[in-house]
């Protein structure tokens, strides 16, 4: 009897065994179907569209303003700041000016009348500084701010900066203004959710959404560095913010891209990360103070790297140095910007940000690349507003004038050397010397890049050339070097850039 009694024991024993061995198993695989649960609701959560957005548009439109401008012009003008050229309204709004301008009959010419055009801005202190689009401010003689609340205040202009078409104004309020801060615009991802407030086509305050669409866009200025977003943008939304998910402006809605002056879904918005350097400026200096180098660049293509031997296409290649900071510092035509202060140069327009950030009256190091070694030369930064309008000056060695014309057609091109009627004809300097581009074969590598009759050829292997013999010097020392491209620096209308071409064979 007894082992019958001791069986069951054993059985039972060997169970539970078996049920406290499986319970761990069991225990972390529903952790870990949890944890795993846990970060897919959080993924979703976190790139989801969200239920509303009216929370947060609650929260950010006391801080958005509408503005309304009033200019005295001349004359007769048509629709300004609310329709586009070639839009259907636009013969309802002419209509509209036409009877309410005071027209003389008769076709007397009209008397002076005020013209009124429509933005947005945004508050960006509670002591009343606004920030909106240059150009919606531009000339006017009297700007209005109207308040979510309905309120209008009288602005003035503290600074403006037409090269990010930035403006700050002020407005003095009885008390502290609902504000918003900027956020940092270098943070934004492709694909993140923004909001667009602001007056479109004067309609009163109104809210868009959409998504950031790409970064770091250029259009046409040399400070650009444009957000483009499919939230709806049109006229009358210039100057106003683009937010973030969180309420920080990333940016000031400036421009679309259209066919016809509506929105289809391309708009640009200044990256805040530009706006607040021009905003301080503006606040302590009333206008902007840019770094300033002194050299006109390029970027080094392939093929004028391979030109002029180097191992990689980057940098910034000068083709110029007009009087001014970087030819005090000795910099030269030719030189190879590879860093400034310090930060590797991957192109022109990474440079040309880089130096308008810089401090003037900085002194930063610059290394270039001369004749195959580099060099570190110090600079000393001057004011790129100050620099605005300089002349660009030429080549200071005397032109050689031959006894006789001379005609050379190589790679393309037929070129000749200089005369005094040729500098005339071509608008060049009476001292500039080099070879005058008198036909450019079409079809050929030269014409695809874009050279022309009318150009003139001033270096070649970043060397001046003043005659054919000279030309023909620098391609037999480049197919000496193994090189299988000469680079060019040539010259139209002043302006100077560098052009690689292929070399013929022998």
């Known amino acids: 009897m007894q082992p019958r009694a001791v069986a069951p024991q054993q059985s039972h024993a060997k169970v539970q065994s078996r049920s406290n061995a499986l319970t761990p198993l069991v225990r972390a695989a529903l952790i870990g179907l949890m944890a795993l649960s846990l970060v897919v609701l959080q993924t979703v959560m976190a790139y989801a569209k969200p239920e509303s957005l009216a929370p947060l548009a609650e929260k950010i439109s006391p801080s958005v303003v509408n503005i309304t401008t009033s200019t005295l012009v001349e004359g007769r003008t048509g629709p300004r700041g609310i329709v586009p050229e070639g839009s259907p309204f636009e013969d309802f709004f002419r209509e509209f000016q036409d009877r309410n301008r005071g027209e003389g009959e008769g076709g007397e010419t009209p008397s002076p009348r005020r013209s009124s055009a429509l933005g947005s801005g945004f508050v960006i202190s509670e002591d009343g500084y606004v920030v909106t ?201 030719g030189d190879v910007i590879m860093s400034f202060d310090g930060v590797e140069v991957e192109d022109t327009r990474g440079l040309v940000r880089q130096v308008g950030n810089s401090p003037v009256g900085a002194t930063v190091r610059v290394t270039v690349l001369r004749e195959g070694k580099t060099q570190t030369i110090p600079v000393l930064l001057g004011r790129r507003e100050d620099a605005d309008g300089a002349a660009t000056p030429t080549v200071e060695e005397e032109a050689e004038t031959p006894d006789a014309p001379e005609v050379s057609s190589l790679m393309g091109l037929t070129v000749t050397p200089l005369t005094d009627e040729m500098r005339t004809e071509l608008g060049a300097a009476a001292d500039m010397v080099g070879l005058a581009v008198t036909n450019v074969e079409e ?45 060019l620096l040539v010259r139209r209308a002043g302006d100077p850039r560098f052009v690689a071409l292929t070399l013929e064979d022998e």
Do not use: C
């Open 133 to 333: 689009n240059n150009h919606v401010i531009e000339g006017a003689d009297e700007i209005t701010i109207e308040f979510f609340s309905g309120e209008e205040l009288i602005a003035k202009v503290i600074g403006t900066d037409p090269n990010t078409d930035i403006a700050l104004l002020k407005v003095e309020a009885d008390g502290p203004l609902p504000f918003v801060s900027f956020g940092d615009s270098d943070a934004a991802r492709v694909g993140d959710w923004v909001i667009a407030m602001g007056n479109p086509l004067g309609q009163g305050f109104s809210v868009s959404a959409g998504i950031v669409s790409a970064r770091n866009r250029a259009l046409s200025g040399t400070y650009d560095d444009y957000i483009q977003t499919d939230a709806a943008i049109n006229r009358g939304n210039s100057g106003g913010p683009l937010f973030d998910m969180d309420g920080s402006v990333i940016g000031v809605n400036t421009a679309i891209l259209s066919p016809n002056g509506g929105s289809i879904g391309i708009g640009f918005s200044m990256a805040s990360n530009v706006v607040t350097r021009v905003v301080d400026q503006l606040k302590e200096f009333g206008e902007t103070r840019r770094g300033w180098l002194g050299v006109r660049i390029q970027d080094v293509t392939q093929d004028v790297a391979d030109a002029m031997g180097l191992e990689a296409s980057t940098g910034a290649l000068i083709t110029d140095v007009p009087d001014g900071p970087a030819k005090d510092a000795g910099l030269e035509t």
């Open 443 to 487: 079809g050929s590598e030269a014409f695809e890049k874009g050279l022309r009759a009318g150009d003139i050829i001033t270096e070649a292997g970043q060397q001046k050339i003043t005659s054919i013999a000279d030309l023909n010097d620098r391609v037999d020392a480049a197919r000496e070097a193994g090189r299988k491209s000469l680079l």
